[in-house]
């Protein structure tokens, strides 16, 4: 199994990128954390191959490597600045903001990100401390809430982690043979970085909405074609060979929308009061969904066979509705325009539209 994010860094690396990123780059910034993820998912699959670390005798060296990238974490973490919005809205240190605000940008010129925050610490100070409990109490933040938890779900529930956890046999399930099975495995991880690195410069062009419709629909139509190669395998020999396109497509089109865009949607729907309880319920939404996943896959190709996929198919249909219905365009919106949208009830003219 690959190395994944856990914990408090799951939320807090996504949320601290959104806040102190500029707003023309949040997007681009936000798809910096995914490659990260992306980067580690490639190199745990590479060293476990049996020519490295995955044997039995190696295995506990490959486990005990997760503890270098914790430890260059947690050095490069004093060279970090705190959150210039944190210090200014949550702790009322103007001056210190402005000192992270120059190192950040690099430029004296900061008094534009400085009037922003200040704007949004005005309106949302009947939020200023919102505990998980109190966020589903107050209206103007249930449908951000909602929207939020499931983009979490459209992550966890679109099929990705059945290709990530048992990529090596749904390929020899699809008639090939060992080797080329586990080297096709490595090649969903090189597919999903690239195509996280083709996204960054996309996220802030195209915009978070539009890129997520795209990735949730190509899913969708490969998910598909999965299952045809699945159920035809032994009747047509070539078949085996759109079974490997289909699915490394499949982990393109997660790549460009579901991987990354659900954490930075979630940051962006809310002002800094709310944002760390939102993130909270999203972080167990996200590892929950994800912990079903994983007991409840096997269990699902055992009573549907070859149709083991057609579930998620559905469930990609669903959430590319409500994406369509329900979710506004955040592109180049500043956290109070975001907010504002949802306590006038904007963003369903937004969604609409």
């Keep these: 199994m690959p190395f994944r994010p856990s914990g408090l860094n799951t939320s807090l690396a996504p949320m601290y990128i959104s806040e102190i990123a500029p707003l023309n780059l949040r997007g681009g910034l936000g798809v910096v954390n995914q490659l990260a993820v992306t980067v580690g998912l490639l190199l745990s699959m590479v060293l476990g191959i049996e020519q490295l670390l995955g044997t039995g005798e190696y295995w506990p060296y490959l486990f005990g490597m997760a503890v270098v990238p ?15 919005r944190y210090l200014l809205i949550s702790k009322q240190r103007e001056e210190d903001a402005r000192k992270a605000l120059r190192r950040l940008r690099n430029s004296p010129h900061i008094e534009a990100d400085v009037e922003e925050m200040k704007a949004e610490d005005r309106a949302q100070q009947v939020e200023a401390s919102v505990t998980m409990c109190e966020l589903l109490s107050i209206k103007s933040l249930r449908m951000p809430l909602l929207i939020g938890v499931v983009m979490q779900l459209s992550q966890q529930l679109s099929g990705i982690n059945v290709v990530f956890y048992y990529s090596t046999g749904f390929f020899k399930a699809a008639g090939l043979e060992d080797d080329i099975a586990k080297y096709s495995t ?7 970085v690239l195509m996280t690195l083709v996204s960054i410069p996309l996220m802030d062009r195209a915009g978070r909405k539009t890129l997520h419709l795209y990735g949730l629909g190509g899913m969708f139509i490969f ?20 079974s490997v396109v289909s699915t490394l497509s499949f982990v393109v089109f997660f790549a460009v929308g579901p991987g990354s865009i659900p954490w930075m949607i979630t940051a962006e729907l809310f002002s800094t009061g709310p944002r760390p309880a939102a993130m909270s319920i999203a972080v167990l ?27 998620f198919s559905v469930l990609l249909a669903i959430f590319w509705i409500f994406t369509k219905k329900m979710v506004p365009e955040t592109k180049n919106k500043t956290f109070e325009e975001i907010s504002q949208m949802f306590r006038s009830g904007h963003h369903r003219k937004l969604s609409a539209g």
């Design 70 to 84: 914790a430890v260059l974490q947690m050095v490069l973490l004093f060279v970090c600045p705190e959150s210039p």
């Design 186 to 192: 490595i090649g969903v991880g090189i597919v999903m």
């Design 223 to 242: 998910s598909i074609f999965i299952t045809i190669s699945l159920l035809v395998r032994a009747m047509i020999s070539w078949i085996n060979y759109l």
């Design 285 to 311: 939404v996200n590892w929950l969904a994800n912990f079903v996943v994983a007991i409840g896959s096997g269990r699902l190709q055992e009573l549907l066979g070859d149709y083991n996929f057609l579930p």
